[in-house]
């Protein structure tokens, strides 16, 4: 399919609440100026931890959820799915859609999720939710939720696929709406999980930063000095329409989504991008699917977990795949700032990678100091830079199991 076929699908609002910001614009600008959304851990008491900071949400966020949330609905309701239906609001209100005059048997929801935020200590039964205790840990609660707000009708369902259970959802929304099964959809992911339980699991694995004492500059994707990511709370909605509908109706297209493309590896189920080979296979077939010459790409938004072996692997498989290109492409790692939001992070990145291409800015890796001689490849390093040349990106996400996913994304002006 090459980038110009009819098939390509539009991105046309987003929505996102994320540690630096509690919509799209502000954690966009904040991104751009190199900030870290990484702090000490105030929700719970971390002294337990081996790892004591992590990505919080903005205060603001408490308001902004009281704001859209009735006291009924948040008895009903876990945080996760709170968030990410103020995401769909946004991302609905930001698109210039009007839900009651479209087709809503053609809208579908689809929403990815690790599915550990359901039983969050933050969300505890108490006697006043007990009776909901079903819907609210229901894990497909996320997707229904937003249909039953804007009277969607198409498809509706959650993916899980650990770190990339929101960029598997955008995938299969992007190819409902290529089949022509739907016009439009809601799609992205959420995941509440800054928890003392879930922080002591990530470092049984060492694979948390344990930077206690400098926390903005803990996540160090493709440093030398790296030592491991931090765990965040994070939501982002996208629309994706197809073209004949956005065109039609004149609509704001921050890029065109020309391939997705999703495997598995046969690695252990422990680890991820197992030598780079699977997350290589991955990125070949993205490509051939989008039918771009790989010269054409000129930005990779990168898995960048800062985990000493992914960062090499991800390096490798960047390198076999696009040659002498590959250091050629500008490439950063968005977790430098945001922490890693798990099932929500594919979402997050691959919307920042859409508004990056819009705007020919592309915003960088911070805490990149010291370069490993065998992480090689043009990083975005520490400041955001200007390339509006740039016409095609990359958005790539691995996760523990095997699972792989890149996304190819094309500039619509």
Same mark, same amino acid.
């Given at each position: 399919m090459?980038?110009?076929?009819?098939?390509?699908?539009?991105i046309t609002g987003i929505g996102m609440i994320t540690p630096l910001g509690v919509n799209a614009r502000s954690t966009w600008a904040a991104l751009l100026a190199g900030r870290s959304g990484v702090g000490p851990i105030t929700k719970f008491d971390a002294a337990g931890c081996r790892t004591r900071i992590g990505?919080?949400?903005?205060?603001?966020?408490?308001?902004?959820?009281?704001?859209?949330?009735?006291?009924?609905v948040e008895k009903m309701t876990v945080r996760a799915t709170r968030m990410i239906r103020i995401c769909a609001l946004e991302a609905i209100a930001d698109s210039g859609l009007d839900s009651e005059r479209i087709d809503q048997d053609r809208v579908a929801v689809i929403?990815?999720?690790?599915?550990?935020?359901?039983?969050?200590?933050?969300?505890?039964?108490?006697?006043?939710?007990?009776?909901?205790r079903i819907i609210r840990e229901m894990v497909n609660a996320m997707?229904?939720?937003?249909?039953l707000d804007h009277g969607f009708k198409g498809p509706s369902y959650t993916v899980s696929a650990g770190s990339c259970s929101s960029a598997v959802a955008v995938s299969q929304a992007y190819d409902l709406i290529r089949s022509g099964a739907v016009d439009r959809a809601v799609t992205g992911g959420a995941d509440?999980?800054?928890?003392?339980n879930n922080v002591k699991r990530w470092n049984s694995r060492d694979l948390l930063s344990t930077r206690n004492d400098n926390p903005e500059q803990a996540v160090r994707p493709f440093d030398r000095s790296r030592d491991g990511y931090v765990l965040a709370d994070g939501s982002c909605a996208l629309m994706l329409e197809s073209a004949i509908s956005a065109k039609a109706r004149g609509a704001h297209i921050y890029a065109w989504l020309v391939a997705a493309a999703t495997r598995s590896d046969?690695?252990? &189920?422990?680890?991820? %991008? =197992?030598? #780079?080979?699977?997350?290589?296979?991955?990125?070949?077939?993205?490509?051939?699917?989008?039918?771009?010459?790989?010269?054409?790409?000129?930005?990779v938004s990168a898995n960048g977990s800062a985990v000493v072996r992914e960062d090499l692997h991800e390096t490798r498989a960047?390198?076999?795949v696009f040659g002498d290109h590959a250091r050629k492409l500008l490439v950063s790692s968005q977790k430098s700032m945001l922490g890693h939001s798990i099932g929500a992070s594919g979402a997050i990145e691959l919307a920042v990678t859409a508004l990056a291409l819009e705007s020919g800015k592309f915003p960088p890796t911070i805490n990149y100091h010291e370069p490993d001689p065998e992480c090689d490849l043009n990083f975005v390093s520490n400041s955001m830079v200007e390339a509006p040349s740039i016409t095609a990106a990359? &958005?790539?996400?691995? %996760? =523990?199991? #095997?699972h792989s996913n890149v996304m190819v994304l094309a500039r619509a002006r």
């Amino acid at each position: 399919m090459g980038a110009d076929n009819e098939a390509k699908v539009a991105i046309t609002g987003i929505g996102m609440i994320t540690p630096l910001g509690v919509n799209a614009r502000s954690t966009w600008a904040a991104l751009l100026a190199g900030r870290s959304g990484v702090g000490p851990i105030t929700k719970f008491d971390a002294a337990g931890c081996r790892t004591r900071i992590g990505g919080e949400l903005p205060a603001a966020y408490l308001e902004l959820e009281k704001k859209h949330t009735t006291k009924r609905v948040e008895k009903m309701t876990v945080r996760a799915t709170r968030m990410i239906r103020i995401c769909a609001l946004e991302a609905i209100a930001d698109s210039g859609l009007d839900s009651e005059r479209i087709d809503q048997d053609r809208v579908a929801v689809i929403i990815g999720t690790s599915g550990s935020s359901v039983r969050s200590p933050i969300d505890r039964e108490t006697p006043r939710t007990a009776k909901f205790r079903i819907i609210r840990e229901m894990v497909n609660a996320m997707p229904a939720w937003i249909s039953l707000d804007h009277g969607f009708k198409g498809p509706s369902y959650t993916v899980s696929a650990g770190s990339c259970s929101s960029a598997v959802a955008v995938s299969q929304a992007y190819d409902l709406i290529r089949s022509g099964a739907v016009d439009r959809a809601v799609t992205g992911g959420a995941d509440y999980l800054l928890t003392e339980n879930n922080v002591k699991r990530w470092n049984s694995r060492d694979l948390l930063s344990t930077r206690n004492d400098n926390p903005e500059q803990a996540v160090r994707p493709f440093d030398r000095s790296r030592d491991g990511y931090v765990l965040a709370d994070g939501s982002c909605a996208l629309m994706l329409e197809s073209a004949i509908s956005a065109k039609a109706r004149g609509a704001h297209i921050y890029a065109w989504l020309v391939a997705a493309a999703t495997r598995s590896d046969d690695g252990c &189920s422990v680890e991820s %991008a =197992r030598e #780079g080979v699977g997350l290589a296979a991955t990125l070949e077939l993205a490509i051939r699917q989008c039918g771009l010459p790989k010269t054409a790409i000129g930005y990779v938004s990168a898995n960048g977990s800062a985990v000493v072996r992914e960062d090499l692997h991800e390096t490798r498989a960047l390198k076999q795949v696009f040659g002498d290109h590959a250091r050629k492409l500008l490439v950063s790692s968005q977790k430098s700032m945001l922490g890693h939001s798990i099932g929500a992070s594919g979402a997050i990145e691959l919307a920042v990678t859409a508004l990056a291409l819009e705007s020919g800015k592309f915003p960088p890796t911070i805490n990149y100091h010291e370069p490993d001689p065998e992480c090689d490849l043009n990083f975005v390093s520490n400041s955001m830079v200007e390339a509006p040349s740039i016409t095609a990106a990359l &958005s790539l996400t691995f %996760a =523990r199991g #095997g699972h792989s996913n890149v996304m190819v994304l094309a500039r619509a002006r």
